[in-house]
């Protein structure tokens, strides 16, 4: 796996207490920022995870995430020199 950090801000679900209908209308995704290794890349989405192992398991990372690209707002790979 490239080692590779991203960014992502996206609109994440949630849940919570009971609702009234109208109160239900009003509900928003939550906007939410991101910062990963990025894991892989697909038709569907991203997976990111936040621990890498390079030298005892370079193929696993740990504490996974996957967002589906229609929940995604903005994607950056980060570059430092």
Avoid: R
């Avoid at 950090?5 to 509900?27: L, R």
Wanted: proline share 5%; charged share 20%.
């Amino acid at each position: 796996m490239k080692e590779q950090v991203v960014i992502i801000e996206w609109g994440d679900a949630w849940s919570g207490d009971d609702k009234t209908v109208a109160k239900a209308q009003m509900s928003v995704p939550i906007e939410t920022h991101t910062i990963g290794w990025l894991m892989a890349e697909n038709d569907d989405g991203i997976t990111i995870c936040t621990d890498l192992y390079p030298v005892h398991d370079p193929k696993t990372g740990a504490l996974t995430n996957f967002i589906p690209w229609g929940m995604i707002n903005n994607f950056y790979k980060v570059s430092w020199v």
